[in-house]
């Protein structure tokens, strides 16, 4: 009875190390896709670079104190959903050689929010959005940065960062949509990010940026990122910079939205601007009242550090480069080799399935296993017994293995000549026979002859 629990036991301890083995296949096959669908991220088992525990926005929108000190109060059935917006949850980096992926998760988003805080303005009632902007600073580059220009109500000077790129994006910026980041650098230039979409179910946020161009701006390679990222709520409509964050600090509440800069003092300086940010641990320190210092808080780090020449996703790309019979035109009743090549173009090792159809009927399949880069040729022998004489469509196949997306080479297609073989005719076999025998009798008689003679 022992030895049969323990047999048992062991059974049990291989299949789940095969369930656990084929999970992490199936996860290490999945590529990310900017789609608006963050699932594929989870699918794919890629971790948080951070998780901020601490919702820190929600003590601070409730305070009516705060909120209401340079900017609109906002109403009480939307103060809960603006406090979620603004609140950051888990950042997650990973690249591949062409890109870095981003995805940023808060605690909850919306759509269409045009119209939820209000203010009179010369007896205008004025609607503006009411909800967060998002800003990550990237430091790249040990040593600095290639410009001294600050573009932010954050001073990175004062501890070991000095951003070398930024993206910034609003939600709902127009009310209906959620704004496409912005790439920006040092010297106020910058350029749209193209491949971003939103996750309102997920609350996430998730884009790629072109690694190459990056490094081409801040002349180096991409091997470190140390990253802040902060949650800012937007400020008034109306005053010297129109729509503006404000200080949501409860120590520094800020300046009046129609404020000039340089004028708040530091009684009413505006302290940084960030609802929420992580790292959690960071420590940010507010203006210190000069006439610049009345705009500019002071990060002092940490900030998030995260290594990207150990991150990589895998590409899965099997494609058939070749299809070549031999001979290239066959009789009925011949059999007529096919050679197939296919290359495991991805960067992952793959087991697929090779298949060869005539005319939809399949000829043979085989199970393959291809390098990343590798090409293999695989011959497969087409007995044309049966068949009549014509044109036929030879096709070779291969699957799209787990987590492919370029499946247009996963085909290949050949037209094919059988001809019929013109049977010899009995009648010019039997003519052809007696006029053998003939000659051959008449060769006999007159050698022969010839003989008697002699």
């Known amino acids: 009875m022992g030895y049969l629990v323990k047999r048992c036991i062991s059974l049990l301890l291989i299949i789940l190390f095969v369930s656990v083995s084929m999970r992490i296949r199936a996860a290490s096959s999945i590529e990310i896709v900017i789609d608006g669908d963050v699932s594929d991220w989870d699918i794919a088992g890629i971790s948080s670079v951070y998780v901020d ?14 909120v209401g000190v340079g900017s609109t109060a906002e109403p009480p059935e939307v103060v809960e959903a603006n406090d979620k917006c603004r609140d950051l949850k888990a950042l997650y980096i990973t690249c591949d050689k062409n890109w870095i992926y981003i995805r940023l998760d808060v605690a909850r988003l919306y759509s269409g929010w045009s119209e939820v805080s209000g203010k009179m303005v010369d007896d205008t009632l004025i609607f503006y959005s009411n909800v967060s902007c998002y800003h990550m600073y990237f430091d790249a580059v040990p040593g600095g940065q290639s410009s001294s220009a600050q573009a932010t109500d954050m ?6 960062f000095l951003w070398d ?16 980041p912005f790439l920006q650098f040092p010297d106020w230039s910058g350029v749209s990010v193209e491949d971003f979409a939103v996750d309102l179910g997920n609350s996430a946020f998730e884009m790629r940026l ?22 800012i709520k937007q400020g008034e409509p109306t005053g010297q910079w129109g729509i503006w964050p404000h200080s949501f600090d409860p120590q520094h509440p800020g300046c009046p939205g129609e404020a000039g800069w340089g004028t708040c003092g530091p009684e009413l300086d505006r302290g940084h601007d960030f609802a929420d940010w992580m790292p959690n641990e960071a420590v ?48 009925v009743e011949d059999e007529v080799t096919v050679s197939v090549t296919v290359k495991n173009s991805g960067t992952i090792t793959e087991s697929l399935t090779l298949k060869l159809y005539y005319d939809g009927n399949l000829i043979e399949s085989r199970n393959l296993t291809l390098s990343p880069g590798e090409s ?70 007159y050698l022969l002859r010839v003989r008697r003679k002699v």
């Open 155 to 160: 001073d990175f000077a004062e501890g070991d």
């Open 210 to 231: 072109n690694r190459t161009f990056i490094e081409s701006r801040i002349n180096a390679p991409l091997t470190t990122l140390k990253i802040f990222v902060g949650s």
């Open 53 to 66: 525990p601490v919702g820190d926005t929600e003590a601070w929108s409730r305070n009516a104190s705060i």
């Open 165 to 180: 790129f930024n993206i910034q994006f609003d939600a709902a910026w127009d009310g209906i949509t959620y704004s496409r």
């Open 284 to 331: 940010i320190e507010p203006p210190r009242g000069e006439w610049w210092e009345d705009w500019n808080s002071h990060f002092l780090g940490p900030p998030i550090t995260v290594e990207l020449a150990a991150v990589v996703i895998p590409v899965h790309d099997i494609a058939i480069i070749g299809i070549t019979p031999s001979p290239t035109e066959a009789f």
């Open 376 to 445: 293999l040729s695989v011959s497969f022998t087409w007995k044309t017994t049966g068949l009549r004489a014509g044109e036929y469509t030879l096709r070779a196949e291969v699957p799209a293995v787990s987590g492919e997306t370029n499946t247009a080479d996963n085909v290949r297609t050949l037209a094919y000549q059988l001809k019929e073989r013109v049977p010899f005719p009995i009648t010019w076999i039997i003519a052809v026979a007696v006029v053998v025998i003939v000659v051959l009798a008449i060769l006999a008689v």
